[in-house]
């Protein structure tokens, strides 16, 4: 479902809103994969699971179209259970999430009023209906969703205490019905969200009584991946996507997209997984293979987003007009404001690079005409107008090329680049910070160490992100090679820097690589 869209983007933000945005976009991802009902566990955990508590029949196909991203049909399906059994929670959690699916994606806020009043119409119902844990695990996903609503339409400080509520109900879950695997797949994605919030923001959350465990959300996740339930599947793929993000487990989360992707070739969700897994990969080519040959049609619910993921793939190919296509297709369809700001510095390297200098100039311009900076790739976009220090041509080919998983290009390219007294000190160290991207790539590791450590000594209290990133790439190689003194020095290396660009997602990924050390 769209929720994990928002997962996907947002487990690299690293901010507050990210993390209540995030504690709620597991939600309502459809438990099944097919039409069928799921096979029935043949464990001991059996039993604990009533049939009541289960998606009825009509739900569950209901919950197999929101998660191709149909969510007409899903609604249709969903009202129709409803008429005839008024109150179901499986057919409203449908009904609800797909009004919030297309509000999630769009980020259309005209429609923010009308899904915030279906979200209270829903808990109403759902109050009014016999207690089950299919009951109150549903009344926790509105809650959640309720919060995301709130918190990315700028009503913040009622998003916050929706969260607390929903966190307390998902917890008052766990306690009255502790068999239940979907209410502990939700609790182990706020425990793990929470806990990944930097340093900064704790204080926050700790006034909201908000409690966070890195390594007990991991387990409460693995526990619901591993067990036969409605919503084992968006266990799994929670799982898999927190594995890649934070602890490296890239082939993890590519294979079980790809596996998904082939039994539903219909599901426009596998195919944004697959476009966004590889491309995070740093394989554009198989990323633009996932994005052309994705399901289309009235059907499915428009997801611009994905076409400003492929105008970057493109670039990084140096397809410059295609690239520029795809991002006008984003600006032109998309509602929100989140993404703007970098699309126009994406489109300003386009032009830039084929050597369009008007028309660079007019999108560089752009930049600071409209949009947000939650995300941080909008907020490097806004650094680059305001710092007004111009890029170097072969490290941002250099750059891109690495982007796109084109390692040895980027090496060549690297080559031409020759410093001078005269070069500014940030392409001083991005130099040997790309350099070691691109062996890193190539898995020449002796060559990666040598060239992030020479970014790190030369960086001083510079306020960039080339030694903080080269800082936690080290920790990671060391990591991998069962150093730990030596990881966990290099992880408190990257969090020691002041502000750059991408300090909160840094921080919270040198966060819990230090946590699974101990």
């Known amino acids: 479902m769209p929720f994990l869209v928002e997962v996907r983007r947002g487990l690299r933000r690293g901010t507050l809103s990210t993390a209540m945005l995030l504690a709620s976009a597991s939600t309502s991802l459809c438990a099944a994969l097919s039409a069928r009902p799921p096979a029935p566990s043949q464990d001991e955990h059996a039993s604990e699971t009533a049939l009541a508590d289960q998606l009825s029949p009509a739900a569950r196909r209901a919950y197999t179209e929101l998660l191709k991203l149909r969510t007409g049909t899903a609604q249709a399906l969903a009202r129709a259970e409803l008429k005839q059994q008024p109150g179901s929670p499986g057919a409203l959690l449908v009904a609800e999430g797909a009004g919030f699916a297309e509000l999630v994606i769009s980020q259309d806020a005209s429609r923010y009023a009308a899904i915030i009043a279906q979200q209270d119409a829903a808990l109403e119902a759902l109050d009014a209906h016999p207690r089950s844990a299919l009951r109150d695990y549903v009344r926790g996903e509105i809650r959640l969703h309720q919060a995301v609503a709130q918190v990315m339409f700028g009503h913040e400080l009622q998003g916050a205490w929706s969260l607390r509520q929903a966190y307390l109900q998902v917890q008052q879950n766990a306690k009255r019905w502790p068999g239940y695997l979907p209410t502990v797949k939700t609790l182990g994605l706020c425990e793990f969200l929470i806990g990944s919030v930097p340093e900064s923001y704790r204080w926050f959350l700790n006034l909201l009584g908000l409690p966070g465990n890195t390594e007990a959300g991991l387990q409460h996740l693995r526990t619901a991946a591993q067990r036969t339930h409605d919503f084992q599947p968006e266990a799994q793929i929670l799982v898999a996507l927190i594995r890649q993000t934070y602890y490296g487990a890239d082939e993890e989360a590519a294979a079980l997209v790809a596996r998904l992707s082939r039994e539903q070739p219909d599901n426009l969700l596998f195919s944004y997984l697959g476009m966004s897994v590889q491309k995070k990969l740093h394989h554009a080519d198989q990323a633009l293979t996932y994005y052309r040959g994705r399901p289309t049609g009235p059907t499915y619910v428009p997801v611009a987003y994905l076409h400003h993921m492929a105008a970057d793939l493109l670039l990084y190919q140096g397809q410059y007009a295609a690239s520029e296509r795809a991002n006008q297709q984003f600006l032109s369809e998309y509602r929100g404001v989140h993404y703007r700001k970098d699309a126009y510095f994406k489109l300003y390297l386009a032009y830039w690079l084929s050597g369009d200098a008007a028309q660079a100039e ?42 796109g998983g084109y390692y040895r290009p980027a090496l060549a390219t690297l ?47 510079a306020p960039y992100y080339f030694a903080p990133q080269s800082a936690l790439q080290l920790g990671y190689i060391c990591q991998e090679a069962g150093q730990t003194a030596q990881a966990k020095a290099y992880f408190q290396k990257a969090l020691s820097y002041g502000k750059h660009e991408y300090k909160t997602s840094t921080d919270a990924k040198a966060k819990v690589a230090l946590a699974s050390l101990k």
């Open 362 to 403: 007019r999108n560089r311009q752009q930049i600071s005409k409209g949009g947000d900076t939650t995300i941080e790739e909008d907020r490097y976009a806004q650094r680059f107008v305001e710092d007004r220090l111009p890029l170097n041509r072969l490290l941002t080919r250099a750059r891109l090329q690495i982007d």
């Open 415 to 461: 080559d031409e680049f020759r410093a001078t007294s005269a070069t500014p000190l940030r392409d001083r160290l991005e130099e040997p910070y790309r350099r070691a991207r691109a062996y890193h790539g190539l898995q020449r590791l002796d060559s990666a160490r040598l060239y992030y450590g020479r970014c790190v000594a030369a960086s001083g209290t």
